[in-house]
């Protein structure tokens, strides 16, 4: 009975799988997904855990696959003890795919995938169920876009590269459903049963439609290449072996389409805003410039999730001479790029390790003649499609689950061991019993965890909602509900940019009176304190991120006339922020404020002049501090007023915290899914 309720939780997952990308007007679900499969597969691990001890045999994989996939886990986990910043790099955000927690989460799909099914009808059930949930996810996409391309704002278009990425998984269940009719089970054009037949044909040809009608409304070039190769695995099957003649032809026809629309692509398709993100050759640069740190860094990486660290550190200043200055991208263009930043030479040999043993294994079994490896290479096809992913795309959560859930599948049929210990010895029992607690305390622990940041993240929404409708006092509130939630430095810098709001707003409210009371003093005080107390909490929780001390320099600067010594301590912060980002505008900008602030004109002149030097002279930022530097050249600094308004400082640079993010989840970068 355990047995039975494990496959269909496994089922029921793979079917909701591809349903998780399913948009929205506000893509609330893009939120939900890391919580998704938090619950599913902790759910389905502890339910494995109880099967196996109630059976008394733990069965586990342990072909090649299976140890490439372990010696990938145990280099990514060694990046994040050494990244320096534990937490922040094994947690990440919620929005952050490449935290070792999201990685752990895939590496636990494939366990499962492979320990949990057992046999040929198994596997197929479970990729039938995977086809199913794209063709609905791709019939519900078709329906949206088609009422936003008829006026109704139900699809956002610009939502970043959520387009491609469905894109992805459309091509993923095209290929599995095309694998599937032609390399396995029974394959349905050589049925005896006709009516079975008509059934099964109908079927397929209205998942395919269906599926291939959504990738051609987006017409991602990538999906297109990947599907060309995937057919070829297909097609280079079905000629090695006894086949039909109809799925020759079809999986041929399937090539061929996809060659022509990856090359001419279509007249008329629907035209999606899609995010920048820096491109080869500079990722590259960061890369080498990662692995050259330190012989830390050169083995291990900078840490999971710290691609923005090292980016800000190793740009060389490459968009300042763009509309993108300042920016900090949290991953590159290109999975495994992102992957040798963050966990160095070892972690990408053992993806690249993974991947050639995958593909020596799948290869092989091309030539076989075994009917009882069809579902494997069905299998292999669909793995093939979403692992090569990796190296054309960035890191995307919800793909990495499925490159990982068919990896899974592929290799159930390799070689498995099983650990009996229902006839053994009552130690031996018992430490069986505190395996099977210590993966459902894990369990457990993971969806709390993952719970409390998407609480938080949502508590941290409703404080930007309270911000814009000029609530702070219940913004304020918010903010620190998501804190208590689940720390993060994106809250505090939020929370920062709140107090000082606060502040702005009380000398308002005191503008008509000539001098404010020794009380009111005090009240503007004790709001300037918790805006910097809180600034500074950020940077120890994360002090390798340079917004969390651009934000604490902006804090300081908006305070100078307040605070003792404020000046003195914004320069620190802000040059801090310039050593982890050198070619920080942002930094440059607020030393020259608060130069300017303290009367040093010739200090706040220099940093002027270093702001030209990083900013292209055509430019209106460059002429604005040419200005500058003209009127503090001739005429004495008069003396600034105290300002808690963002507006003091001209900012270009997106990577501080001057302005108030519009979600806690993307203050500091440029991110989205």
């Not at 030209?612 to 460059?622: G, K, M």
Request: charged share 15%; proline share 3%.
């Amino acid at each position: 009975m355990l047995n039975k309720i494990t496959k269909w939780v496994f089922y029921a997952f793979s079917f909701l799988l591809p349903l998780t990308f399913l948009p929205e007007k506000n893509f609330a679900s893009f939120f939900d997904r890391k919580i998704f499969l938090a619950i599913f597969v902790f759910l389905l691990f502890g339910a494995w855990m109880i099967k196996s001890f109630a059976s008394g045999g733990l069965k586990y994989p342990a072909g090649k696959t299976s140890k490439a996939v372990l010696a990938a886990a145990a280099a990514f986990f060694a990046s994040a003890i050494f990244s320096g910043i534990f937490k922040a790099s094994f947690f990440g955000t919620l929005l952050q795919p490449d935290s070792f927690f999201g990685f752990g989460l895939c590496f636990l799909i494939f366990f499962l995938s492979a320990a949990i099914l057992e046999n040929e009808k198994e596997v197929f059930k479970s990729i039938k169920f995977f086809i199913a949930g794209a063709s609905i996810l791709a019939l519900a996409f078709l329906i949206l876009g088609g009422l936003t391309l008829a006026g109704q704002a139900v699809l956002n278009f610009s939502a970043g590269n959520l387009a491609q990425v469905l894109a992805l998984v459309f091509g993923g269940g095209l290929t599995a459903l095309i694998a599937v009719s032609t390399l396995g089970e029974g394959n349905i054009f050589n049925s005896e049963a006709k009516d079975k037949k008509i059934l099964n044909i109908a079927l397929l040809s209205l998942e395919g439609i269906l599926l291939a009608a959504a990738i051609s409304f987006v017409d991602l070039r990538l999906t297109w290449f990947l599907i060309i190769m995937a057919s070829i695995v297909i097609l280079c099957r079905l000629l090695i072996s006894p086949s039909s003649k109809t799925s020759r032809i079809i999986v041929s026809g399937v090539f061929i389409a996809a060659l022509f629309l990856f090359f001419f692509g279509l007249p008329f398709k629907a035209q999606f805003d899609y995010p920048n993100l820096p491109n080869g050759s500079l990722s590259l640069k960061v890369a080498q410039g990662t692995l050259m740190e330190s012989p830390k860094n050169f083995f291990f990486g900078s840490g999971m999730a710290s691609f923005p660290n090292q980016f800000a550190l190793h740009n060389g200043g490459a968009l300042n001479g763009t509309i993108f200055s300042g920016i900090i991208f949290e991953q590159s263009a290109f999975g495994f790029l992102t992957l040798l930043v963050e966990t160095g030479i070892l972690g990408a040999i053992a993806f690249l390790i993974l991947a050639g043993v995958f593909l020596w294994h799948g290869f092989k079994l091309m030539t076989t003649s075994d009917e009882n490896e069809r579902p494997t290479l069905v299998a292999f096809a669909i793995a093939y499609y979403f692992i090569l992913i990796f190296f054309f795309f960035w890191i995307n959560l919800g793909l990495l689950a499925l490159a990982f859930w068919a990896l899974g599948m592929f290799a159930a049929a390799e070689k498995q061991k099983e650990i009996v210990f229902a006839d053994k010895p009552e130690l031996k029992k018992t430490g069986a019993a505190l395996i099977a607690l210590a993966g459902l305390t894990i369990s457990v622990f993971a969806i709390f965890v993952s719970f409390q940041q998407y609480r938080a993240n949502l508590a941290a929404r409703e404080a930007n909602e309270n911000y814009s409708q000029g609530e702070a006092d219940k913004a304020i509130m918010q903010t620190r509900k998501a804190i208590s939630l689940w720390p993060q430095d994106d809250y505090y810098i939020l929370l920062s940019n709140l107090y000082l709001q606060k502040a702005n707003d009380f000398l308002e409210e005191k503008e008509g009176e000539a001098e404010l009371s020794e009380e009111d003093q005090s009240s503007l005080l004790g709001i300037a304190d918790q805006a910097i107390a809180v600034a500074g909490l950020a940077c120890e929780l994360n002090p390798k991120k340079t917004s969390n001390w651009h934000n604490l320099g902006s804090v300081y600067g908006n305070l100078i006339f307040a605070v003792e010594n404020a000046g003195q301590a914004g320069l620190d912060a802000y040059n801090k922020a310039a050593e982890l980002y050198p070619q920080s505008l942002g930094a440059v900008l607020g030393r020259a404020f608060i130069y300017e602030a303290r009367g040093e004109k010739e200090k706040a002149i220099e940093e002027y002049k270093k702001y030209l030097s990083l900013i292209p002279f055509d430019s209106q930022e460059a002429e604005t501090a040419a200005i500058k530097i003209e009127q503090l050249s001739q005429a004495e600094t008069s003396s600034a007023e105290l300002n808690f308004s963002d507006e003091n400082l001209e900012e270009p640079d997106n990577s501080g915290g001057t302005d108030l993010p519009d979600s806690a989840a993307s203050a500091g970068s440029e991110k989205e899914e």
